[in-house]
T-cell receptor
Framework: DGGITQSPKYLFRKEGQNVTLSCEQN?????MYWYRQDPGQGLRLIYY???????QKGDIAEGYSVSREKKESFPLTVTSAQKNPTAFYLC??????????????FGPGTRLTVT | GQNIDQPTEMTATEGAIVQINCTYQ??????LFWYQQHAGEAPTFLSY??LDGLEEKGRFSSFLSRSKGYSYLLLKELQMKDSASYLC??????????WGAGTKLIIKP
């Protein structure tokens, strides 16, 4: 079955620790995205990648880092510099990013709690 | 600036019809998406509109007016499983999605 996987579903960390969230897709999509979702707010874009070895900052990239070494994988690292890391993190992919309609497919999400 | 507005919460009765409105302001426009999100789960695609008018898909329909910066999602014959948040997202000139905060729909028996 094609889809996007994120692991783990729940993650707990102590303040000051870096943590990496995984995202893998087998849809052969070129574009991948990381969003953060907080209660009462829309999805906010952290980073996106249109092609392997290239990625762009979204609206709230500070305190986060990503890599795109393989088409299938787009891990997100939440660093200790991120002031409010506790949130629901969603990874998505789409066939492309320009030229028209490209629906985004979402993974199940990782709920990160930092105390 | 870019902005998407939709009501925070709506309540409807099982079997009834509900309309969820969305207004948008974006720099450029390349279409509008509606997604459904059950609590704690990933959003799933419902519809996409880029031209003015109504798109019907089973019990769900979506309408777009580009001149008014307005869209709505119409849900008919409501079922309890339709209780979820409905997210409106507009595509800007860079083909990036600008997301609304979502409308939580509560269905009562």
């Amino acid at each position: 079955d094609g889809g996007i996987t994120q692991s783990p579903k729940y993650l707990f960390r102590k303040e000051g620790q870096n943590v990496t969230l995984s995202c893998e897709q087998n849809l052969n999509h070129d574009a991948m995205y990381w969003y953060r979702q907080d209660p009462g707010q829309g999805l906010r874009l952290i980073y996106y990648s249109q092609i392997v070895n290239d990625f762009q900052k979204g609206d709230i990239a500070e305190g986060y880092s990503v890599s795109r070494e393989k088409k299938e994988s787009f891990p997100l690292t939440v660093t200790s510099a991120q002031k409010n890391p506790t949130a629901f993190y969603l990874c998505a992919s789409s066939p492309g990013t320009s030229g028209g309609y490209y629906e985004q497919y979402f993974g199940p999400g990782t709920r990160l709690t930092v105390t | 600036g870019q902005n998407i507005d939709q009501p925070t919460e709506m309540t409807a009765t099982e079997g009834a019809i509900v309309q969820i409105n969305c207004t948008y302001q974006t720099s450029g426009f390349n279409g509008l998406f509606w997604y459904q999100q059950h609590a704690g789960e990933a959003p799933t695609f419902l519809s996409y509109n880029v031209l003015d008018g109504l798109e019907e898909k089973g019990r769900f329909s979506s309408f777009l007016s580009r001149s008014k910066g307005y869209s709505y999602l119409l849900l008919k014959e409501l079922q309890m499983k339709d209780s979820a948040s409905y997210l409106c997202a507009a595509t800007d000139s860079n083909y990036q999605l600008i997301w609304g905060a979502g409308t939580k729909l509560i269905i009562k028996p």
